[in-house]
């Protein structure tokens, strides 16, 4: 069996409209991102899920409320924030995105590299095979988490996964789909 995993992105953040990327720095959405989770509602009013799972960053949690809420069953769980920028946490996106695809390996200056990242969706992937064999579920979180699970479900190469990434790309879409066999 397999699990099937739909991946959301959280609306854009008041950090987001304002180029700075927030790592770990625990933003909100701004009205943008709130109505964007209130349509995403709308564009995936046909999928149905198991259980939502969501990074305990506010952002993530408060998408995940407003597209799940009443609905399904929100877990919040540690291992899907954002890759942790250290001390560039919501400094300049101008900064922070060059260093991203140098950090693969190699720590940010009191953060994690992309390869921290990698294991803790590991972990996090493990915990569904076990537990949610044979079922769908949803998933609100970040850029970093996102393009692990790229690395380790399509095996790109994390230069393929930050080169393809959407955002880079401009192919947003309502959800991503992964099987984790």
Wanted: glycine share 6%; proline share 3%; hydrophobic share 35%.
């Amino acid at each position: 069996m397999a699990v099937k995993i739909t991946y959301f992105v959280h609306g854009t953040t008041t950090d987001n409209e304002k180029e700075i990327s927030s790592g770990w720095a625990d933003v909100d959405l701004s009205k943008l991102g709130v109505q964007q989770s209130i349509d995403l509602k709308n564009q995936i009013k046909d999928k149905t899920f198991n259980t939502v799972f969501c990074s305990d960053l506010k952002r993530a949690v408060h998408s995940a409320e407003l597209t799940f809420k009443n609905q399904i069953k929100i877990i919040q769980d540690k291992r899907l924030r954002e890759c942790n920028y250290g001390d560039y946490n919501g400094k300049p996106s101008e900064i922070v995105e060059p260093l991203q695809e140098k950090s693969i390996g190699t720590r940010m200056p009191g953060g994690e590299s992309y390869e921290d990242v990698k294991s803790r969706i590991a972990d996090f992937l493990n915990f569904l095979k076990q537990n949610y064999d044979g079922k769908h579920v949803a998933i609100v979180a970040h850029k970093a988490p996102q393009l692990a699970i790229e690395v380790l479900l399509n095996s790109k190469t994390w230069q393929q996964a930050f080169e393809t990434d959407w955002r880079k790309t401009k192919s947003w879409q309502p959800g991503w789909e992964y099987i984790l066999k």
